[in-house]
Structures are given as C-alpha cells and as structure tokens.
C-alpha cells in the first residue's frame, strides 16, 4: 500500500514483506484523505491470517531493527477481529467505528501501557497488508514501536464490497502496574 508522508494512519497494522504494489487510488475515509491499496482485478475472496506466522513475521521484522519480539494475545485477537468485522460491515475504514481506539482497547478487557493500531482495506492476504504497512510511515512506527511484546491481528471479509478484506492489528503491551521508565512516578497506593 502506498502512503503519503500524513502516513495511511486508517490503513494497517503489521509490516510484511515483499509483495508488489499495485497502483493507489483516493478515497475519503472520515475526515481525511488517504491513498489505499486497490487491488487490480478486483478482490479474489475473503483473506485468512495465522496469527501465530503473523506474530513471528512481526518479530523478524522488529528484531531485524533493534527492537523486542511480539506474542500472540487473544485479548488484542479479539479487539482486531470486532474492529476488523465493524468495518467490513460498514463497508469503509476507520479507526472510530465502535468507539475510539482507547475505549475498544477498554472495552475489550485490555489494560494497555503502550498500544498502537494499523488498518487496511483490500489486501488480499498477509503480505500485502505487511507491505502496505512498511510503506507507511505511521504504520510502520506503530510496527516497530519500542516496549510493544503482544499483537492481535484479524481480517474480515465484505464480499458486496469494492475493498472486500478488512485488516487490522492492535498491537500492545499490558499495564501490570508495575512502574516502567525513570518517568513513572512513585507507585500508588500500598
């Protein structure tokens, strides 16, 4: 996916590999405009993920550059998939269908101290979703975002839609409580 320097921040979510790029076309999505990935011939049918090949790409990819490996979590699993699944349904990207990301985050039961969302629409399969990732620049600070250890990633298909796949991956690191970084502050409470 190709990505202005504003950066594809609805588009997505990991960063993959080496797939070629078709051309981009506009589209409007919320308040701003952002280039998509618009597959030539149309969709091929609904994509799948393996979460587990998804995390280890994730892992190459942040490991090649300095930063910590990824695991799957099924709580950051089923916050993509609801926000994977909202957008097929409405048929567009976004970052607010269901809420902001913070009260999707809450919603879903995860306690984040560090999280970051990547979107996509019409990559037919994983590595053209990683590929649109690493183009962007947003996105690909999100993929390689210091402190992140855990990512949920899913993909959800719309067939009457020009897009037809859905992605989006939540990537996190949970709040244990424990204080982190000179700047954390005393610990509350006894």
Avoid: C
Avoid at 84 to 111: E, I, N, P
């Amino acid at each position: 996916m190709t990505v202005s320097r504003r950066g594809l921040l609805l588009a997505g979510l990991t960063a993959l590999g080496a797939a070629t790029m078709p051309a981009p076309s506009y589209a409007l999505f919320g308040l701003f405009k952002k280039k998509e990935q618009v597959v030539p011939g149309g969709q091929t049918g609904p994509a799948s993920v393996d979460t587990a090949d998804a995390a280890a790409r994730i892992s190459d990819y942040r490991r090649g550059r300095g930063e910590s490996t990824v695991t799957v979590d099924a709580t950051l699993t089923a916050i993509a998939l609801r926000q994977a699944q909202a957008m097929a349904r409405a048929g567009k990207m976004s970052h607010t269908l269901g809420g902001s990301f913070a009260a999707r985050l809450g919603k879903g039961g995860y306690d984040a101290l560090i999280a970051a969302e990547n979107l996509a629409a019409g990559p037919r399969n994983l590595d053209e979703a990683m590929a649109s990732w690493r183009r962007s620049k947003g996105h690909n600070a999100n993929l390689l975002k210091p402190g992140v250890t855990q990512i949920g990633i899913a993909v959800a298909y719309a067939p009457n839609n020009r897009y037809g796949n859905f992605w989006a991956l939540v990537l996190g690191t949970p709040d244990t409580g424990e204080r982190q970084g000179p700047d954390a502050g005393p610990p509350v409470g006894q």
